[in-house]
Nanobody, 120 residues
Framework: QVGLVESGGGSVETGGSLRLSCKTSGIVYRSYCMNWFRQAPGKEREGIARLSPNDMATYADSVQGRFIFSRDNAKNTLYLQMNNLKPEDTAMYYC??????????????WGQGTQVTVSS
C-alpha cells in the first residue's frame, strides 16, 4: 500500500530556509517519478519539482536555484530543501508519486500536505 507523509513545514522570515520531508511507503523510487507541488489560497496547484527514477531533478522557474529535491533511498524519504524563501512561497506543500511517469496528476498518490508560511 502506497503512503506519503510530509513534515517539516512551519513559519519562517523572508530569506530563511526550511527542509521538507516526505516519508514514503510502498514506493520503489527507481520505478516512480516523485514530485513536490504547492497550493496557495485562491491559487491553482503548482508543480515545483520533479525527480525521475534515475535521480534527475527538474524545477519550476519560480523555485529554480533556490530549492533542491533529493531522496534517501535507505530511509524511504524525500527532501525538499528550500532556501532564500520569499512571501510568495507561502503555500501548502504536497509530495506526490507518479507510478507511470506520464504526468497524469489524476493518477498520482498524494500526501496530506505541510504548511509553509513566509513572512516579510
Amino acid at each position: 500500500q502506497v503512503g506519503l507523509v510530509e513534515s517539516g513545514g512551519g513559519s519562517v522570515e523572508t530569506g530563511g530556509s526550511l527542509r521538507l520531508s516526505c516519508k514514503t511507503s510502498g514506493i520503489v523510487y527507481r520505478s516512480y517519478c516523485m514530485n513536490w507541488f504547492r497550493q496557495a489560497p485562491g491559487k491553482e496547484r503548482e508543480g515545483i519539482a520533479r525527480l525521475s527514477p534515475n535521480d534527475m531533478a527538474t524545477y519550476a522557474d519560480s523555485v529554480q536555484g533556490r530549492f533542491i529535491f533529493s531522496r534517501d533511498n535507505a530511509k524511504n524519504t524525500l527532501y525538499l530543501q528550500m532556501n532564500n524563501l520569499k512571501p510568495e512561497d507561502t503555500a501548502m506543500y504536497y509530495c506526490a508519486a507518479d507510478s507511470t511517469c506520464l504526468g497524469n496528476e489524476e493518477s498520482y498518490y498524494w500526501g496530506q500536505g505541510t504548511q509553509v508560511t513566509v513572512s516579510s
